[in-house]
């Protein structure tokens, strides 16, 4: 059963808008007004608007193997029955002149779920879902989205789909999407609302802002407002929880602290629910990528299990 491009759309979570082009389809997770801002924020942020993190193809199917064709990004992940199952670097093939190899699957009925890069641009030429007879779409009742910087992304994570948006929101049964931005800050202009309806929204910026050279009251601590103030207009009848920064370790307690403290007082004047990040993340360097600021796949597993403790807490989500 090769599926069409609409059908691909159909199945298609985490994706604002749609693009089809000389290569195959490719999905978008920001919208177009954000994607101009990133960019005329700095070219820097280009890549990472572009790049597929959190937009998946989700079914449930009989297939007994998925083949497809991608001639963009790199890692590709399968879940089989809310189990990781296999990821595809696609690069390694495209280096050799191979095609993919098919994703062979067992018998049977079961959910998948087909995740695009994380951090590079996924784009699909073809899929099919090989000796299938059925493929019904997956419904949610709960639905996420999660806004923020590169540990939002999931960066340095080896496993996208093991970053902590992706498993807090599998852990709570959500549907999701998520706008990680690498290098991201509270830029006024980035914000837009995406063709995705969320009963609750995760904010987590505040380190790159704090790391630029920007001044913290007269522009940092502004454009903070500026930027909450249109969070709260666009879903302000929604649930709203900013997480402060976790902890990094190239920082001293004081630095952490201002920073965490000044994040946290301005989500809490817009009336948004307010998560310490020191509460979701050890004071441990072994649990980051790269010793100070990006956690590694154990660490995004710390993250994901207290951000998802905390949700079930409240009894919301």
């Not at 177009?32 to 801002?37: F, G, I, L, Y």
């Not at 098919?102 to 030429?125: C, D, N, Q, W, Y």
């Not at 930027?227 to 307690?253: H, K, N, S």
């Not at 990040?277 to 710390?302: C, M, Q, R, V, W």
Request: charged letters at 30%; a negative charge; glycine letters at 6%.
């Amino acid at each position: 059963m090769e599926l069409t491009f609409d059908e691909i759309r159909s199945l298609t979570h985490g994706a604002d808008h749609f693009t089809e082009e000389k290569d195959g389809l490719h999905f978008h997770k920001c919208t177009e007004k954000q994607e101009k801002a990133w960019r005329e924020a700095d070219e820097y942020y280009v890549p990472k608007t572009l790049s597929t993190t959190g937009i998946r193809l989700e079914m449930e199917t009989d297939a007994e193997a998925i083949t497809f064709a991608a001639p963009c990004g790199n890692k590709f992940e399968i879940w089989v029955n809310g189990m990781f199952y296999r990821q595809i670097l696609a690069e390694e093939y495209r280096e050799k002149g191979e095609k993919l190899p098919p994703i062979e699957l067992e018998r049977g009925a079961k959910k998948i779920m087909f995740a695009l890069p994380s951090h590079s641009t996924g784009v699909l030429a073809s899929f099919s879902l090989d000796g299938a007879t059925f493929c019904k779409p997956i419904a949610y009742e709960k639905k996420m989205l999660f806004i923020g910087d590169s540990i939002t992304q999931g960066w340095d994570a080896k496993f996208d789909t093991l970053s902590y948006a992706y498993r807090t929101a599998i852990m709570l049964g959500a549907d999701f999407h998520i706008c990680g931005i690498g290098g991201g800050r509270y830029i006024p202009a980035t914000f837009d609302r995406v063709a995705f309806d969320p009963d609750t929204v995760v904010i987590a910026y505040g380190i790159n802002d704090f790391k630029s050279k920007k001044r913290i009251e007269s522009e940092i601590v502004p454009n903070m407002h500026r930027y909450l103030d249109q969070v709260r207009e666009a879903y302000g009848d929604r649930r709203v929880v900013v997480l402060t920064p976790i902890w990094f370790a190239d920082r001293d307690a004081i630095w952490n602290d201002r920073v965490r403290s000044s994040v946290a007082a301005v989500a809490r004047e817009k009336g948004f629910e307010v998560v310490d990040g020191s509460t979701l993340f050890p004071k441990e360097p072994d649990f980051y990528a790269d010793g100070n600021f990006h956690p590694n796949d154990l660490g995004f597993s710390i993250y994901a299990e207290r951000l998802t403790e905390y949700f079930r807490k409240e009894k919301q989500v």
